[in-house]
């Protein structure tokens, strides 16, 4: 069973940057990031390959956010730069045994994290 833990959330103003860490027990073939506003349905940020390391992003982070992932400390990342207060969110880390190329799709992941939340003023 696949557990994840994050971390890293907090207040910003905006302009500025935050680093999440999601911590796993075990790595999916395909990990991402999702964010969700209070009566918001859940959208994904960034997914990435964990044997490739390919990326892929929503079209509004592109640029600003990068996803990566470290296996020896079995740990997946999320670098946001630049943040915006439309950037305000509940961010959750999610995992899936499948390859879902290129996917933001939260049906796609099976396995979620608790939440860490950001809040850019």
């Known amino acids: 069973h696949v557990q994840l833990v994050e971390s890293g959330g907090g207040s910003v103003q905006a302009g500025g940057s935050l680093r999440l860490s999601c911590l796993y027990n075990h790595r999916g073939n395909c990990m991402g990031w999702f964010r969700q506003e209070p009566g918001n349905k859940r959208e994904g940020v960034a997914m990435?390959?964990?044997?490739?390391?390919?990326?892929y992003y929503a079209d509004s982070v592109n640029g600003r956010f990068t996803v990566s992932q470290d296996n020896a400390k079995n740990s997946l990342y999320l670098q946001m730069n630049s943040l915006e207060p439309e950037d305000t969110a509940m961010y959750y880390c999610?995992?899936?045994?499948?390859?879902?190329?290129?996917?933001?799709?939260?049906?796609?992941?099976?396995?979620w994290g608790q939440g860490t939340q950001v809040t850019v003023s």
């Open positions: 999610a995992a899936t045994r499948e390859w879902v190329v290129a996917s933001l799709r939260e049906a796609d992941f099976e396995y």
């Open positions: 990435i390959d964990t044997s490739g390391h390919r990326t």
